[in-house]
């Protein structure tokens, strides 16, 4: 029996910023936004998108193969959950009336939230082989205006549907993990912008990276050759680069070659919305599969996975015969490529206009309600949302 991935859904809000523009702004080198930490655009969420309203959306586009009477799991990674008790995939269960027998729940690990939901949910389908589970990796990753974190800031969501017999990605029971406790990055919970010592979290990120590496090829017995294509968590896309750079000596010069050239069809869309922490290893994954023509069934796809503070995985898939008739590449780039360009200053309103931690009553601005759901408002303390 083989268990994985079996459709994908997308969201990001839609609005966006031009990176070079802010850089401007900001007064540095658009260079350095560009290519020295890799990314173009970044996807901006308004006060009335959060990880309720685009995890929702990105199962809407995929909810058409879910089956009421097989879901059995609906779970969400996120590390910008909109409650400190209640999970953020109820809300998502409502919106789209998603069966009330499924087991629903939240899981969080920084970045690794995603990739955790994923592997639960392998797990459930063994144990049940006729059931469907949901796993929705949505985050919105903020750490202030003007700050060294800004330009790896970004929003949105990917949603797994995950059962046996997958039709896009089958995963290998071949996973290594690296946890440790380590400080490179954490948010209080009296704040919704993410703290981090950005020098020390990359070399972690690489240092975690280099030992499950190591611990796969040796429990696998694979090396470079044996994968057609890696992809990684991206909070930015030279970071993932880095990573690869790491382990290119291991092959001959072509086979380097075509690693790059596979890796730079997984951070087209990454390059566009930015970071979106327990999405971010997804967003890659869904990029190279819409925007690489030279994959084929049956060739192997690795994945590192990393959460600060920290945990790191390396796993790997293989595509299913017909994998692509399962994607939504054209609706996806055409979404991207109708969003909203806001001004610099625009932007910077629409950043400081977020749901306050205070037990006072908010509106959210209907100017900027876009999407198919949205929060309305915060009353008595409870989020307010509706469909668009």
Known sequence: MTIGIDQIGLASPEFYIDLRKLAAVRGDDPDKYTIGIGQDEQAVPPSSQDVVTLGAAAVKQIQGSIDPQRLGLIVLGTESGVDASKAGALFIQKLLGLPQTARTFEIKEACYGGTAGLMMARDYVAAHPKQQALVIAADIARYGLNTAGEVTQGAGAVAMLVTAAPRILALSDDSVIHAEEIGDFWRPVYTDQALARGKYSTEQYLRFFALAWAGYKKASGRSLADFKALTFHLPYTKMGLKALRQVLPEADAAKQQDLLMHFDHSIQYSRRIGNIYTGSLYLGLLSLLENDDTLAAGDRIGLFSYGSGAVGEFFSGTLASGFRQQ??????????????????????????????????????????????????????????????
């Open 327 to 388: 994607l939504h590449a054209t609706v996806n780039q055409g979404q991207l490529n109708a969003r909203r360009e806001l001004s610099i200053p625009e932007y910077e309103a629409v950043f400081e206009n977020s749901v306050p931690y205070t037990k006072a009553d908010y509106q959210t601005d209907p100017m900027y309600f876009a999407g198919p759901f949205v929060l309305t408002g915060v009353v008595g303390q409870e989020r307010q949302y509706q469909t668009n």
